[in-house]
């Protein structure tokens, strides 16, 4: 499964050229043009990494992850910036980002950055652990559930189903992802399998944190 890009850059050449690049390396790539526009497709789409450009219209890239990082939304994120001083970077690193990328680079080195932080665990946290509840917590490092500190222990695809949810809270996942993400070529998705897997996860961190919404997915939600 190609991982799925947003590209947020305002200079129409650039953003060409950088999306060419990518689609030629396997990515998949929206592009958006400015910081509303972005966030629109955001709420839209699930993406495996953001690519932001600082300075765009209508909503900079500094106060857009801002705002995702306080919805709890955990993608990654890469600047692209002009941008050099240290306070620029200060900022950039406080407001959510996982790497910088200053402008004009070479495109093999922003292909270098983005599968380095493709291989890592997806998570953007300040700590191994994530709260779920007052008394769950899952270990983003390990891919383990802990109720009360005591590992409860899920299967491969539920554990992996977990991790989708937490890396998308509060966003609706389809069936097809759900589906692409945890059953590989060689194997028959089952939409029993993938019912049975809900439920488990449902009997271990309440029924309410996962909502089905009709003929469009699930969503995570803490609330």
Request: with cysteine; charged share 30%; glycine share 4%.
């Amino acid at each position: 499964m190609r991982a799925k890009i947003l590209l947020l850059e305002d200079d129409l050449t650039l953003s060409e050229t950088i999306l060419d690049f990518l689609e030629e390396n396997d990515f998949e790539v929206i592009p958006a043009y400015d910081g509303e526009e972005a966030s629109d497709i955001m709420y839209e789409n699930i993406f495996d990494l953001f690519l932001l450009d600082v300075n765009v219209p209508l909503l900079n890239g500094f106060e857009l992850l801002k705002q995702k990082r306080a919805d709890g939304v955990q993608t990654p994120a890469i600047y692209i910036t002009s941008l050099n001083s240290i306070d620029s970077l200060e900022e950039g690193y406080k407001s959510g980002c996982d790497d910088y990328i200053r402008k004009p680079f070479v495109l093999k080195e922003l292909l270098f950055r983005i599968e380095n932080i493709l291989k890592r665990a997806f998570f953007h946290a300040t700590r191994e652990r994530i709260a779920i509840s007052d008394s769950i917590e899952y270990d983003a490092e390990s891919n383990l559930l802990y109720v009360d500190s005591v590992q409860v222990q899920l299967n491969a695809k539920e554990a992996t189903l977990l991790k989708l949810f937490l890396q998308n809270k509060e966003e609706v996942i389809s069936h097809e992802r759900i589906l692409e993400t945890l059953w590989s070529y060689e194997e028959t998705p089952s939409e029993n399998a993938l019912r049975t897997y809900i439920k488990n996860i449902r009997k271990i961190i309440g029924k309410e944190k996962i909502v089905s919404i009709k003929k469009l997915g699930y969503r995570f939600t803490q609330e």
